[in-house]
């Protein structure tokens, strides 16, 4: 060959070399997808509003070119992929972008009943009940797991997410409630005197503890030797040391001779009643008066500084006996002797007012042998019995009682008129002197009285008011 052919073949081979080098170049070159982030995360049941992103190609702008496939439902957990590209005859390319829904969300749990519940210290828990619900799973209450222990119950549970709650019910073991002490047997009880007294006891029950009768301990001082009015007591304490206590009243009476201890030279009057009325006048006195006015029955009206004038008047003109009770009836006329005495001289005066006569009849708010005086003065009523005798008067308690001011008092008792005339057949003595005890500011006393006055005469029972030939009727003095 010679070389002119030489040089026309380096020419062409060079020049093709250059127009492969320029497709090349073209059809090699990729656009630049840029996009603002590789993965997202999108809350579910949000909006997914996509991504900032940007395409090049040799430096030109061809983000309106892009394509953009794919798609994203924001109802549904899950990873979803959204493809950016760019398509053409020499230079193509793509991108992906992962959009993650997610539920990070925690369920919600609810509680039935109270946040902090009271229970006995060693009683089972029972559920009260919960639900749980969450945004993505809905009611997912039976994935709740609950673990009790001694002071509370924690209930957790967890989403299909791993999105997991718990919550508390605080449980308060305590026991602040007293047991409850019922007597067996009357409340009042009347035995003979040199008799033989068995205690019948009483029953108690715990809201916790259930039956504790077998914890009661009792005090009983009874001395049937003696004549008085005794208290025995039954005390309970539950294992929390709620303590509470009952009382009953133990009557020791001598029903066939001297009821005194006094020098009185009365005489005991087999069956015969005296109706005796403290803590009056009252609004019942005038029905009272009237029951007794039907019956030609005399009683007698231990007064206070309470009430009309015109009923201790008309008490006085119909032959009833006006004894004095206490003025103002209240505990601290115990504080000492000259408290006493001033109480007492203002009601002396008030019935010497009404009556121009003066009353040598008392009658100790309590009785004789009450206790409370203690918390007054120590041995107060040692010293009173002994003085207001020193002083010209008598003083008379009582050994019948109808329990109106106390047992047939409560609440509980339904039938007051029932438990009044109940107590009154009881407590009488056919073979004694019954000194009944009754109030006449109580309605149930006035609505009892007749019959109380019935079955006595039917009884063959003889009623009398206090006077000069009565026998005094004393209880044992206890301070
Ligand atoms: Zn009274």
């Not at 304490?237 to 201890?261: A, K, L």
Request: charged residues 25%.
């Amino acid at each position: 060959m010679d070389n002119k052919y030489i040089k026309y073949f380096k020419f062409l081979f060079i020049f093709c070399i250059f127009i492969i080098s320029i497709i090349y170049s073209f059809s090699f070159t990729k656009p630049d997808i840029i996009l603002d982030k590789d993965t997202i995360d999108v809350k579910v049941f949000s909006n997914y509003d996509g991504i900032n992103y940007k395409a090049y190609l040799y430096d030109k702008d061809i983000t309106d070119k892009i394509n953009i496939s794919g798609s994203v439902d924001t109802s549904k957990v899950g990873t979803y992929d959204i493809t950016y590209s760019y398509d053409s005859f020499l230079n193509s390319a793509s991108k992906v972008l992962k959009v993650n829904v997610i539920d990070d969300v925690k369920p919600v749990i609810s509680l039935d009943g109270d946040l902090k519940v009271k229970m006995c210290p060693h009683a089972e828990y029972k559920e009260i009940g919960y639900h749980a619900n969450d945004n993505y799973d809905g009611d997912i209450t039976s994935k709740v797991t609950s673990n009790i222990s001694d002071n509370k119950v924690t209930y957790s549970v967890s989403d299909s997410s791993g999105n997991s709650t718990s919550t508390e019910r605080i449980l308060n073991r305590i026991d602040d409630q007293i047991p409850s002490i019922v007597l067996k047997g009357d409340s009042v009880i009347n035995v003979n005197l040199n008799s033989t007294y068995s205690d019948e006891g009483a029953v108690a029950e715990d809201d916790c503890d259930g039956d504790i009768s077998s914890k009661i301990s009792v005090s009983n001082n009874v001395d049937t030797s003696k004549v008085g009015s005794y208290e025995v007591t039954y005390s309970v304490s539950d294992e929390s040391n709620n303590t509470t206590s009952i009382t009953r009243t133990v009557n020791v009476v001598d029903s066939s001779v001297n009821t005194s201890n006094n020098t009185d030279t009365g005489k005991n009057e087999s069956g015969v009643i005296y109706l005796t009325f403290d803590d009056g006048p009252g609004p019942y006195t005038n029905d009272i008066l009237d029951i007794l006015k039907k019956y030609d029955i005399k009683a007698t009206f231990f007064v206070t500084g309470i009430g009309s004038d015109s009923v201790i008047k008309r008490e006085y003109l119909e032959g009833h006996t006006i004894g004095l009770h206490t003025y103002t009836h209240k505990w601290d006329i115990y504080s000492s002797v000259d408290s006493y005495f001033n109480d007492l001289n203002e009601i002396q005066d008030r019935v010497y007012k009404i009556t121009g006569e003066k009353s040598k009849y008392i009658r100790f708010p309590g009785g004789s042998s009450n206790t409370i005086s203690k918390s007054y003065s120590i041995g107060i009523m040692s010293t009173l019995t002994k003085e207001v005798e020193n002083r010209g008067y008598k003083y008379f308690d009582w050994n019948a009682e109808v329990g109106d001011a106390d047992t047939c008092a409560k609440s509980s008792v339904t039938n007051k008129e029932a438990c009044v005339l109940n107590n009154f057949k009881k407590s009488l003595y056919k073979n004694g002197t019954n000194v009944v005890l009754l109030h006449d500011i109580k309605s149930y006393t006035k609505n009892a009285l007749e019959d109380m006055i019935k079955y006595a005469l039917s009884n063959n029972y003889k009623f009398k008011k206090i006077d000069d030939n009565t026998k005094t009727m004393h209880h044992h003095v206890n301070n």
